[in-house]
T-cell receptor, first 114, second 114 residues
Framework: DAKTTQPTSMDCAEGRAANLPCNHS???????VYWYRQIHSQGPQYIIH???NNETNEMASLIITEDRKSSTLILPHATLRDTAVYYC???????????????FGKGTLLTVNP | DTGVSQNPRHKITKRGQNVTFRCDPI?????LYWYRQTLGQGPEFLTY????????KSRLLSDRFSAERPKGSFSTLEIQRTEQGDSAMYLC????????????FGSGTRLTVV
């Protein structure tokens, strides 16, 4: 699986959009970009995933560049409860074979300030 | 969907003692994973079950570690002769096979070896 690079930490004001970048310059054509987050003392939580089109769900939006070498997770109106470590992971989709593992880096600690 | 349940949430043990953790996955999920997380690091893969079969073990899983998933339901992770370096959060996750099905993580068991 391709390696990802994320900033160690970021700050965001409550109510503002949080934009979390991720570089994955070695991503392969069949690898998806996944985002998870981990609130303190809890297990990681799935947020969103995408291949090459922008995606949006009730939690966030995912913007993937045309060359797919980087992406941005957008939390449109950050709240204090969004303070967490955010992990960007690239992986091929699970074909029922061996593509089941998620490999986590250190992620980005997002701190939402009042 | 009651989520992934892990017990106990916290465990303090003396060095040299054996400990066992339990994970109850989401009932319809046939895949189960154990991860370990130390302070400031992302979760690290330990082992994976598909139904009752343990299909992969990380090199992190020394001979003192053993995991089981009898009848493809709940799973246990046992650590024998605990060492201070075993102190970590042990996370369990489950998922379904095929396509993209995100992992659902439990809240973890925090082990402290004194």
């Amino acid at each position: 699986d391709a390696k990802t690079t994320q900033p160690t930490s970021m700050d965001c004001a409550e109510g503002r959009a949080a934009n979390l970048p991720c570089n994955h310059s070695t991503i392969s054509g069949n690898e998806y970009v996944y985002w998870y987050r981990q609130i303190h003392s809890q297990g990681p939580q799935y947020i969103i995933h995408g291949l090459k089109n922008n995606e949006t769900n009730e939690m966030a939006s995912l913007i993937i560049t045309e060359d797919r070498k980087s992406s941005t997770l957008i939390l449109p109106h950050a709240t204090l409860r969004d303070t967490a470590v955010y992990y960007c992971i690239v992986r091929v989709t699970d074909s029922g074979g061996s593509n089941y593992k998620l490999t986590f880096g250190k992620g980005t600690l997002l701190t939402v300030n009042p | 969907d009651t989520g992934v349940s892990q017990n106990p949430r916290h465990k303090i043990t003396k060095r040299g003692q054996n400990v066992t953790f339990r994970c109850d996955p989401i009932s319809e999920h046939n895949r189960l994973y154990w991860y370990r997380q130390t302070l400031g690091q992302g979760p690290e893969f330990l082992t994976y079950f598909q139904n009752e079969a343990q299909l992969e073990k990380s090199r992190l899983l020394s001979d003192r570690f053993s995991a089981e998933r009898p009848k493809g339901s709940f799973s246990t992770l046992e650590i024998q002769r605990t060492e201070q370096g075993d102190s970590a959060m042990y996370l369990c996750a489950s998922s379904r096979t095929g396509g993209y099905y995100g992992y659902t993580f439990g809240s973890g068991t925090r082990l402290t070896v004194v």
